[in-house]
């Protein structure tokens, strides 16, 4: 089993920054394509980011340009920094593992909340 736990949500004005950190932990997640998705209120969950474990990266247009997502397969861990950020990306966001494409593993972490201002 693979435990993740976010951490570095916030409130944040229109044009500011975050950095979300997802530290995993139970088994190494080297192998696996690491991803994140957020929720906003009202609305579906969303792909916004992934990284294999090759390191091939992709976006979804929403996000490219803003957001850099890079992991650290010794420390077991993966990072969303958002810069630019839009009332837009107000959203719960939630780290994945073992993503299919845009399609998310089975592995979920509890969330953090992102709150951006206008």
């Known amino acids: 089993q693979v435990q993740l736990v976010e951490s570095g949500g916030g409130l944040v004005q229109a044009g500011g920054s975050l950095r979300l950190s997802c530290a995993a932990s139970?088994?190494?997640?080297?192998?696996?394509?690491m991803g994140w998705f957020r929720r906003a209120p009202g609305k579906e969950r969303e792909f916004v980011a992934a990284?294999?474990?090759?390191?091939?990266?992709y976006y979804a247009d929403s996000v490219k340009g803003r957001f850099t997502i890079s992991r650290d397969n010794a420390k077991n861990t993966v990072a969303l920094q958002m810069i630019s950020l839009k009332p837009d990306d107000t959203a719960v966001y939630y780290c994945?593992?073992?993503?299919?494409?845009?399609?998310?593993?089975?592995?979920w972490g509890q969330g953090t909340q992102v709150t951006v201002s206008s």
């Open positions: 139970g088994r190494t997640v080297s192998r696996y394509t």
């Open positions: 994945n593992a073992d993503l299919l494409g845009y399609r998310p593993g089975s592995y």
């Open positions: 990284i294999t474990w090759g390191g091939n990266i």
